[in-house]
């Protein structure tokens, strides 16, 4: 479902918030910025809660920015600022260079925005209306509609022959969750705030989804901040990464220099990928510096070399 105010989704029909989809506009992704952000939820009453604390970060267009961090430190939240969707108490969030929030709205289409739990918002009779919901509101004609519905089901890994017809209430939550991130993607946005996107999947779809947001990321320069809890994801994800931890920024680098540094991540409770402790068990077993790999194509060139070497033993 993609962020914004829109909520006329028919009489008797969950809330599904939209904004229109950009025109003709051919930009490249959307430059996004936080100056100094500080959320307050209920603030003025005794139970006011900081959420977010004088943050400031820049996503470069066409950038895939990762965030992680403890639960509960405020990575939601983060993202409903940044879209838009949550004013501020202080500081200012830029798209483009033009402050958003409040009284100032993002612009039509820039943002899309995937919720937590996306799926719960799901109201159509078939998929097909359920993606194309957004489309049809911009006043698409049918046949933009049906390609932009038939590319973003794609792009999650849905046959809109074989599912366009369906119920969404009929399918399993991994792809009711694919087809919630569909109908954000069908309105072709230049920045797509996704939070924790792979939930529900198997480990087979959760790599094939990471897999094409990195691959529409590439051909289309769209600007993409996931939140995730899984490591080897981001790490597969990112190019860079920022650590949130009780609504204050605590790290932020280049992702491979994160996602190495073992020390950092256990100082937030977060996981090391799984290449890296492979890198690590490595090193101890052939007592060699066995630098560590965040991708597993990485982890399986280093193992093999490491055979060729004679540091492991091959398997019988």
Request: with cysteine.
């Amino acid at each position: 479902m993609q962020a914004g105010i829109d909520s006329q989704a028919g009489p008797g029909a969950p809330a599904k918030t939209s904004l229109d989809a950009r025109q003709t506009s051919t930009a490249p992704g959307l430059r996004l910025e936080m100056e100094s952000v500080s959320l307050v939820y209920q603030a003025g009453t005794p139970f006011a809660s900081r959420a977010l604390n004088e943050i400031s970060l820049v996503v470069e267009p066409g950038e895939r920015l990762g965030i992680a961090g403890p639960v509960g430190s405020g990575k939601s939240s983060l993202l409903a600022v940044l879209a838009g969707m949550e004013a501020a108490a202080s500081g200012r969030v830029l798209h483009d260079g033009r402050e958003v929030g409040g009284k100032n709205p993002p612009a039509p289409g820039s943002i899309g925005l995937a919720f937590q739990s996306p799926e719960s918002c799901l109201f159509e009779k078939t998929v097909y209306d359920d993606v194309a919901f957004s489309p049809r509101r911009q006043g698409l004609a049918d046949g933009e509609v049906r390609r932009r519905v038939e590319e973003a089901l794609a792009a999650t890994g849905l046959d809109s022959s074989r599912f366009g017809h369906k119920s969404p209430f009929s399918l399993s939550a991994g792809e009711q969750r694919r087809v919630a991130l569909a109908g954000v993607m069908a309105v072709d946005p230049r920045a797509l705030l996704l939070d924790e996107p792979t939930a529900y999947l198997d480990p087979a779809a959760r790599r094939e989804l990471i897999a094409r947001l990195v691959d529409l990321n590439r051909r289309t320069g769209v600007t993409m901040v996931m939140v995730g809890h899984d490591m080897q994801e981001l790490a597969a994800f990112a190019e860079r990464l920022v650590i949130i931890d009780g609504g204050r920024k605590a790290a932020e680098g280049a992702a491979k220099t994160i996602l190495t540094d073992v020390d950092l991540l256990d100082t937030y409770g977060l996981d090391p990928p799984g290449t890296v402790v492979l890198s690590r068990l490595l090193s101890v077993a052939t007592g060699r510096d066995i630098p560590a790999v965040t991708g597993e194509e990485e982890a399986v060139g280093l193992l093999l070399r490491l055979m060729a070497d004679g540091g492991i033993m091959s398997p019988p």
